[in-house]
């Protein structure tokens, strides 16, 4: 994430930032595990026995809001700042130090598939989820902090 950031500082983005899911795959004792950094708006899934489980957290404000219980998931969904970031990477020293990069470690089985997007994908399903309940392919936080 520190390359990653003193990239983003050379390219001189005006006010910009970058959000990241970075995925690495390993075998530990015989199994297949995936562990995942996180910072931003993007996001990545795991798709197990036909259902998407979320495993890393927008750092959206709306989705801050949803899991502060302050406003529902299609309000999240809909949500003016929805776009607006808490954390994201902006090419500063302290952005690596302060940004609490969000880790998540995952044992994969036979048939997962981790699913990793930017903004506005998870928020079709979500959308979709909200409006078809019987369909709900949308779990939020299966794995904790």
Known sequence: ???LNNEIRDAELDDGGAAVDLVVFVEEDGKQKAYIAHI???ET???RNGVAYVLTNSHAFSMKMLEMGVINLLGAVKHQQKNVLFKVLHGKP???QEMNVQVVSIELKEGDR???FSDGVGD???EHSVNNPE???YYHNM???
């Open 124 to 126: 079709v399903v979500r």
């Open 45 to 47: 899934w795991l798709a």
């Open 94 to 96: 302290e952005d690596v």
């Open 135 to 137: 369909k709900n392919l």
């Open 1 to 3: 994430m520190e390359r």
């Open 114 to 116: 981790l699913l990793t």
């Open 40 to 42: 931003g708006n993007t």
């Open 143 to 145: 794995v904790k902090k």
